[in-house]
């Protein structure tokens, strides 16, 4: 003797929850492993950048001169 009977209706009701669940934890997946992906290519083009953007001398520095100059004022 059941003390509740499901109805048609009812059980549509749960599949269809069930189904919404399920979609929405493949799309979670999905979405985080799509995150992943954008995260590694935004950091090696950031790496890259800053690659290119390093600043590099236009020449040698020019060796100090090894007298001392003085001036005067007067």
Avoid: F
């Avoid at 069930?18 to 799509?34: F, K, P, S």
């Avoid at 100059?69 to 007067?74: A, E, Q």
Wanted: aromatic share 2%; proline share 7%; with cysteine.
């Amino acid at each position: 003797m059941p003390i509740a009977k499901i109805t048609g209706q009812g059980l549509a009701a749960i599949a269809l929850s069930v189904a919404l669940l399920w979609g929405c934890l493949i799309t979670e997946q999905v979405m985080l492993n799509h995150s992943y992906v954008r995260r590694a290519q935004v950091m090696r083009e950031l790496r890259q950048l800053q690659l290119l953007n390093r600043t590099q001398p236009a020449s040698t520095p020019a060796p100090a001169p090894s007298h001392r100059l003085d001036t005067t004022v007067g």
